[in-house]
């Protein structure tokens, strides 16, 4: 069944909202400048998507109560491919970072 809520999470496309995913929590930038820079009101909704990952399922949960329940699987299934993401890159820059610093120390 397809969700009648036309801005809920499940309705995005997971490339768009990974994207600012990545420039939000690996990049460091904050929700309100990447707002700012946002050019249209579909990119400021993936913003506000990829920065609803700081809040718990239970909430979403609960602000996600008019969507019907294969809605919220989905929505829950993006969270975790965008959490197990993030995680996957930070820890990938992580290694380059040490390997980087490794070469540094032995060069000296």
């Known amino acids: 069944m397809i969700c009648r809520n036309p801005g809920c999470i499940s309705q995005c ?3 768009s909202v990974a994207y600012y995913a990545r420039r939000r929590y690996l990049e460091g ?3 309100v400048v990447l707002l700012r ?3 249209n009101k579909d990119e400021k ?3 506000v998507m990829a920065s609803l990952l700081d ?3 239970d909430t979403m949960r609960e602000l996600m109560k008019g969507c019907d329940r294969g809605c919220l699987c989905r929505m829950l ?3 975790t491919r965008l959490r197990f ?3 996957k890159e930070r820890n990938r820059v992580s290694v380059c970072h040490a390997q980087a610093a490794v070469k540094r120390t032995s060069i000296i």
Do not use: F, K, S
Request: no cysteine.
């Open 13 to 15: 496309d997971y490339q």
């Open 29 to 31: 930038i904050a929700t």
């Open 37 to 39: 820079e946002a050019r």
């Open 45 to 47: 909704r993936m913003i």
């Open 55 to 57: 809040v718990d399922d």
């Open 77 to 79: 299934e993006m969270r």
């Open 85 to 87: 993401m993030l995680h």
